[in-house]
């Protein structure tokens, strides 16, 4: 059974990035959809991205200029750099395996339990 | 921008039958934006009740259902219980790859 497990700092400075990790275990990475999520304190959910495990990645456009994930298929994991934040980039920050059929990606099946991020100088 | 539209909040009775809905700031939800349904408690992860419109995801009880009503994605909890008491998000397609979540809805059972 796949599991995802987030990891990186709690506390990031505002204006410097933001680097999380996901690993994946029980299961491996290839062949798969991969993405991040995030939600902000008693707030809503917020899809940041997703990246295929050939490194091809799609951005939240309101997200775009500041994003960049990445795979490493030898450790099994990806990852999510988030530059220059703000307070408002605090959020528990969540990784997801997308269930793909075919040419088609229909929902994010496996879930990590989530990692709180905060921004604070 | 394009916002996806949710019910901030929703009250339903224990056995009852609540109706949630998720729209777009401009145009119409059809199949074709792949609507998804996920159940979140808090400090929970969320989990997947609902996809591609209104395929149940393993282990989701039959109560819980989805469909297109008019021109939104709706999820229908029919036969209401207590631990159905926590937040709703839909998310959809809208092209290019690119995903959006609605602002959630939140579920009481009273």
């Known amino acids: 059974q796949v599991q995802l497990q987030e990891s990186g700092p709690g506390l990031v400075k505002p204006s410097e990035t933001l680097s999380l990790t996901c690993s994946v275990s029980g299961g491996s990475i290839s062949n798969q959809y991969w993405s991040w999520i995030r939600q902000p304190p008693g707030k809503g959910l917020e899809w940041i991205g997703y990246i295929y495990y050939t490194g091809s990645t799609n951005y939240n456009p309101s997200l775009k200029s500041r994003v960049i994930m990445s795979v490493d298929t030898s450790k099994n994991q990806f990852s999510l750099k988030l530059n220059s934040v703000i307070a408002a980039d605090t959020a528990v920050y969540y990784c997801?395996?997308?269930?793909?059929?075919?040419?088609?990606?229909?929902?994010?099946?496996?879930w990590g339990r989530g990692t709180t991020v905060t921004v604070f100088s | 921008q394009i916002v996806v539209t949710q019910e901030p909040s929703f009250s339903v009775s224990p056995g009852g039958t609540v109706t949630l809905t998720c729209g777009l700031s401009s145009g119409s939800v059809s199949s074709g934006h792949y609507p998804n349904w996920y159940q979140q408690t808090p400090g929970q992860a969320p989990r997947t009740l609902i996809y591609?419109?209104?395929t149940r995801s393993s282990g989701v009880p039959d109560r819980f259902s989805g469909s297109i009503l008019g021109n939104k994605a709706a999820l229908t909890i029919t036969g209401a219980q207590a631990d159905d008491e926590c937040d709703y998000y839909c998310m959809l397609y809208i092209g290019s790859g690119i995903r959006v979540f609605g602002g959630g809805t939140k579920v009481t059972v009273l």
């Open positions: 591609n419109t209104d």
């Open positions: 997801a395996r997308w269930y793909c059929s075919g040419p088609y990606c229909y929902y994010m099946d496996v």
